[in-house]
C-alpha cells in the first residue's frame, strides 16, 4: 500500500471514529473538512518548488531573572531550545538590553523568533522591549514579503495580544497548572498551523488533556471579540475555560506568519518537574508537530548572518545550559 492510500485509509478510519463519537468541541462537519483537507495534501504534494532555507535560525528571546546574580541576570530555559532544535532549526539568543541597531542586525540575521514564556512584565521589561522591536520589525518585513515568522507561547501570547492591541487586555483565570484538551474554533477549519498535523495527533489533542497551562493571566473570548484590533488581526484556532471563563488558547494572525499559544507546547516532550506535565505518546508528538510547524515557517525566511564567523559566535551553543530540576519548574536554564 502507498505511503499516501495508508494515509488516506487513516483519515478515513479516524472520520468513522468520529462519526460516532459525540465530541465536546469539534462538530463532525468541521471534522470532516479537517480531515478532509488533510487527505488532499497529503495525496497531492505542493508541486511548487520555490526555494527553501534548509538551515533556519531562530532567535528565543531571554528575560530577566527574578532576583539577579553576578553572569545570572537573564535566562533562557532550555525547553524552548529543544523544542526548536528537535524540528531542524538552530537557536540564538535574543538578549534584553541590547540597542536598537543591534536587534535589526540580528533581525535581519534571524529567520523567527520566538518569545517564550515566563513571569516579566510584557509592557516594560528588557524581553518586553525586545518583543516590540522584533515584532515591528517583521510586520514591516513581512508586509513587503520578506518572510518572517513571529511565535509566542504563554507569556509571549499575552505579549503579542498587548503589541496588536496596544492594551493589557488580561483577566486572571485559575489555570496555573492544568492540562487541557484544545476546544478547537469552527474557523480553525481554514488556519494553517494544525494543517500538517496527522488526523491521530489532531484528535487527541480535541479529545484529551495534553497541552499544559501555566498562566494566572489569560485574554478571554469577551475581550478578544470587543476588540477590533485583535478580531481582524488574529483568527482564533482554540479556547479552553477555567471552568468559569473562556479564553483564547490558540491564535494565528490572519495575514502575517505571527503565532500565539496560551499553552506550553514545548513541555510535554521536555519538562519532567510538573505532575501536570503530559506525557502521552500524542502529548509528545503534539510537541514535535508544533515545532515542525514553526521551523518549516523559518524554512521560508532567507535572513543570514554576514558570515559563517558572526553566526557561530551568536548560536547559543556557545552557552551550557544548567541542570535546576530540583528546585526550579525548568530541567534546565541558560543563564547570562
Ligand atoms: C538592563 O538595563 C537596566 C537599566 O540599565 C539594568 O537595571 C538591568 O540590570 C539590565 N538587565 C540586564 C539583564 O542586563
Ligand atoms: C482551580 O482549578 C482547579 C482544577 O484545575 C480546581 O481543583 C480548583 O478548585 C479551582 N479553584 C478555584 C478557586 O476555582
Ligand atoms: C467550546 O467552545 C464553544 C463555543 O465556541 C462552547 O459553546 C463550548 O461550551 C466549549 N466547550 C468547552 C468544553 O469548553
Redesign the pocket.
Known sequence: MSLQHQQFLNVRLTAHYFGGTSLHSLDNMHIFTLLFNLALSATFPSCSSAKRNDAPIIGVLAQEVFEPQPHMTSYIAASYVKFLESAGARVVPVMVNQTLEEYKSLFNSLNGVLYPGGGVSIVSSGYATAAKIFYELAIEANSRGDHFPVWGTCLGFEELAYLTSGENLLSHT?????ALPLNFTKESRDGRMFKGFPADVLSALATEAITENSHQWSLTTESFNSRKELKNFYRVLSTNT???TEFVSTMEAYKFPIYGTQWHPEKNAFEWSRP?IPHSPAAVKTTFYMADFLVNEARQSFHRFENEEEEKKALIYNYNPVYTGVKSAFEQIYFF
Do not use: A, C, E, I
Open positions: 485559575n489555570t496555573s497548572g492544568v477555567d471552568g468559569t501536570y
